[in-house]
Structure formats: structure tokens, C-alpha cells
């Protein structure tokens, strides 16, 4: 199974996502293998709380001359019992390089030896690294907040997603904050035409998660506890693109609406 996170914008906490999403999967299944892939353009490993000594750099050659193998990626990760972890691209020369064919053949290779992949793809359409990852047609997921940056950031890239016959099955709006001068999640689902949202509200224990480089699933039990409720019902749907997509959070935020 392949969960890509994207985010409408920078910041919209696409890495601490798939950071959180990544821990829960193997911490759920210890029997089987979770590989975490950074592939937003940066390390993406800055709430992993562990060392790594290889990056997506330097398997980088092996992977286009097709002589890479899975246990040189499992050797370049950092290993936490099961959960396989490779750190992104460091230099901007080489993530540069990058294909989407390219990522799309590593995490082909990657399935066969992984049971889950989580991969945080960044906000960039201009990376090769990121559009690998969504074109594997796994479970995308749009990870938005209530910013109007975010939406408008968005609007720029929705026709090239259209064009790549790239579509997300789920949409987070994260970070959220129930005040009335802010955007409701109604609001939100019709501007962004999607009516399959999750909420993640806003954890005050983020900037310590930042300056401790901790995942937020250490530090807040409520968050934790959202994540975990969005992966079991995220992994229940059988048919991800024609089901719809409802959270009990969602039920209550658009009943304050409403009333």
C-alpha cells in the first residue's frame, strides 16, 4: 500500500504527516516492513529522531543506470525495528535531476520488499521527485489549512494535475482552528471541490515538535489520536475514489456551522 502526502502550500505540514502516518503503520503492524520516503526536495527527516548517514542522493545513479536493489535501499536507511526510513534529497543539483520515472520506478522496486510506503511529496510541481511518487496512482492525499495562500497556491497547479490525470482521493485540512473569522470546513471542501475532507486540528506542541526534532505523535495524544482514527479509516475503503470520505470531526465542525 502507498500513501503520498501533498501540500497545497509550503508549510502545511505535509512532512510531520507522513512522519506520524509512518510511525502509526509500523507501531500497528509489527510484523510487517513500513518504509518511510522523503521526497519533498529537503531531507524530510526533521522530526525522525534518528541518524541517517545516506540520503536519496547517493542511490541516485544506481536507480537510472536500473542496477539499483532493494537491499542496497534498505541498507542506505535508518532502521527503527520496522519502520525503514530514507532521507531525501540534500542538494539541489541532484533533486534537479531527478524524473518522475525515476521515483516511479523506486517505489515499484520498493513494493515488492515493503508491505506499506508512505512518502511525503512535498508542495512542488516542479520536482521530479514529487510527481514520481503521485503518478504511482497510490492513495494521494491533498493536505491543505484554512490559509488563503494555500488555496491560491493550489489553483495554480490544479490544471497541471488535471493535464497529468493526477487526482487526490482524500483531502486534510490541517492545523484547523475552529473561529468564526476563519474558513469553515464547508467553505473550504466548495472551494476546493472536494467533498472527501479530514480535520487535523492545530496542536499547540508544534513548535516544540520543531526545536526537538519529535514527531507531534510523541508530544500531543490528541493529535495521535487523529491520525490514528484518518489511517484506520483511511485503510478501511476498499474503493478509495467513488466512496465518501467523512470523519466524525467533520460531522460535528459543520453542525457548529450550521447552527
Known amino acids: 500500500m502507498l500513501i503520498v502526502y501533498f501540500g497545497a502550500d509550503a508549510g502545511c505540514g505535509c512532512t ?6 509512518a510511525n502509526y503503520m509500523a ?5 510487517k516492513n513500513v ?24 542511490l541516485q545513479i544506481k536507480l537510472k543506470s536500473n542496477v539499483l536493489t532493494i ?30 520515472e ?3 520506478k523506486l517505489i515499484e522496486m520498493a513494493a515488492k520488499q515493503f508491505d506499506y510506503i508512505v512518502a511525503d511529496a512535498g508542495s512542488s ?60 470546513v464547508k467553505l473550504i471542501e466548495g472551494s476546493y471541490k472536494m467533498d472527501n475532507c479530514y480535520v487535523i486540528d492545530y496542536s499547540d506542541y508544534g513548535m516544540q515538535a520543531e526545536n526537538e526534532g519529535s514527531s507531534l505523535d510523541y508530544l500531543d495524544k490528541s493529535y495521535k489520536r487523529q491520525i490514528e482514527d484518518f489511517i484506520e479509516e483511511l485503510i478501511g475503503f476498499k474503493n478509495c475514489n467513488k466512496r465518501t470520505f467523512r470523519s466524525s470531526i467533520l460531522g460535528r465542525l459543520r453542525g457548529e456551522a450550521n447552527g
Open 35 to 58: 518504509l518511510f520516503l522523503s521526497l519533498s526536495g529537503y531531507s524530510g527527516t526533521d522530526y525522525a529522531n534518528a541518524e541517517f548517514n545516506y540520503s536519496l542522493d547517493d
Open 102 to 104: 525515476d521515483i516511479t
Open 16 to 21: 510531520m504527516l507522513t512522519q506520524c502516518t
Open 71 to 100: 537491499e542496497e535501499l534498505k541498507s542506505m536507511c535508518s532502521v527503527r525495528k520496522n519502520l525503514y526510513m530514507l532521507q531525501g534529497s540534500s542538494g539541489i543539483k541532484q533533486r534537479k535531476e531527478y524524473m518522475p
Open 125 to 184: 510541481i516542479d520536482l521530479g521527485i514529487g510527481l514520481g511518487a503521485l503518478n504511482c496512482k497510490g492513495m494521494n492525499i491533498l493536505v491543505t489549512t484554512q490559509s488563503q495562500r494555500a488555496f491560491t497556491r493550489y489553483m495554480h497547479k490544479r490544471n497541471i494535475f488535471n493535464n497529468l490525470e493526477i487526482f487526490f482521493s482524500k483531502m486534510i485540512v490541517n492545523k484547523f482552528v475552529s473561529k468564526h473569522f476563519l474558513p469553515s
Open 27 to 31: 507501531q500497528k503492524n509489527p510484523d
